[in-house]
């Protein structure tokens, strides 16, 4: 970083550095998002981009990879956000409106968690991967989100950054997250919960 | 979003959650426990040094003009130069706002409905239109932003809660009705053409 700011020569030396040290492990997060190798790629040079032009704001009071990496990610949501499947990433369509409102709020009744033996784990793993691979392909943004609080601890304030929205539409975007994931892991939670009984 | 997304919010990142959702505190523990163990980045082999992508990317930051120390030094000032633009048009756009609202000439807009909370404008205008709201709120007070995405303007705010009103005055100079959950979205697009 610190050749980044003095400049010339030494940027060249930098940014290879730079591609060296965290190309593998942004390009994973990238094609994660993206799916496509290419877009992948040119997201994470991008990202470098970036990290050169605001390398003065870097002060070194937190690791460098965790900040490359907000860098890159909210690059990829931006970039979801302009794929033509997530233009209103909050938003349904009125098609779809009525059935999945009905979905939520079958889902959204109390639910207690199912006792856990092996066999049922491993049936449960089976099911959790299909469902998530269909919320990540119907929902990228929300799965993509979700996945990062459970990996980094994102907390709302943090979500708000990669967002670029106010703490209200920040909290707004998390509701809809957990919606979303009630929706499109529907068979997993039936599976994985039962309903509390009323009385 | 709730107390209980909240809850669910730091059960999910692995936080204690204090608050009294137990059923949503259950939820988001069993969501990332299934998460940790079946959702990972994809596996793929990089190799660390690749001579054709370190060519590719120097190439792209001389291009950007990142490399060549002549070049980064005008980029800079023209950075300095642009921003400097950018406020004096910002300067100019609230001007001309305030004369057109002293004046009371009317902004053609017709608010086309509401649909998961965001309220729908179509204006001649929409960028100007957006940043009369904006000047507008942010003068009574509201924390908001405008952002542009695909053509459409959009403007998000908090607002106080309870309304002052003079917030109340600028959601009815714009036919907008007080959001029931207190986040005012809007999205302003041009009419579409016959």
Not at chain 1, 21 to 35: C, Q, V
Not at chain 1, 44 to 63: M, N, P, Y
Not at chain 1, 71 to 92: K, Y
Request: proline share 6%.
């Amino acid at each position: 970083m610190s050749a980044c700011r003095e400049g010339g020569v030494a940027i060249e030396r930098a940014l290879r550095q730079l591609d060296r040290s965290y190309f593998g492990a942004l390009f994973r997060e990238s094609l994660r998002g993206l799916r496509d190798p290419e877009s992948a790629r040119d997201l994470v040079q991008d990202t470098f981009i970036k990290v050169w032009l605001r390398c003065a704001t870097f002060h070194g009071e937190s690791e460098l990879l965790p900040w490359i990496k907000a860098i890159l990610r909210h690059g990829l949501l931006d970039r979801l956000r302009r794929s033509a499947g997530e233009v209103t990433p909050l938003e349904t369509t009125d098609a779809q409106a009525p059935e999945i409102q009905t979905r939520i709020a079958e889902l959204s009744e109390e639910l207690i968690p199912r006792p856990d033996t092996e066999a049922a784990r491993a049936q449960l793993d089976d099911c959790f991967q299909r469902c998530w691979q269909r919320f990540e392909t119907a929902s990228p943004s929300h799965a993509l989100v979700i996945a990062w609080i459970v990996e980094d601890g994102l907390t709302h304030e943090e979500i708000g950054e990669l967002l670029g929205r106010t703490p209200g539409a920040t909290r707004e975007f998390i509701s809809q997250c957990r919606k979303r994931a009630r929706l499109h892991l529907g068979e997993w939670y039936e599976l994985a919960f039962g309903r509390r009984e009323t009385a | 979003m709730t107390d209980e997304d909240q809850d669910w919010l730091d059960a999910l990142g692995g936080r204690p959650a204090t608050g009294p959702n137990g059923a949503a505190i259950n939820e988001a523990q069993r969501l990332r426990e299934f998460i940790r163990r079946n959702v990972h980045a994809p596996g793929v082999a990089v190799p660390e040094q690749d001579a054709r992508r370190e060519a590719q990317l120097l190439e792209r930051a001389r291009h950007e003009g990142l490399i060549d120390p002549l070049r980064l030094a005008k980029r800079r000032r023209r950075r300095l130069t642009a921003i400097g633009g950018v406020a004096a048009l910002a300067a100019s756009v609230a001007g001309v706002t305030l004369a057109l609202f002293l004046h009371g000439r009317p902004q053609t807009e017709h608010v086309r409905g509401t649909r998961e909370h965001v309220v729908r404008i179509v204006a001649a205008d929409p960028t100007a239109l957006k940043m009369q709201i904006l000047d507008e709120l942010r003068a009574a007070g509201v924390r908001a932003t405008g952002y542009d995405q695909l053509g459409v303007e959009g403007i998000d705010a908090d607002l106080p809660e309870p309304v002052p009103p003079r917030v109340r005055d600028v959601l009815t100079r714009h036919h907008l009705s007080v959001p029931s959950n207190g986040v005012l979205r809007i999205e302003i697009a041009a009419p579409s053409k016959p």
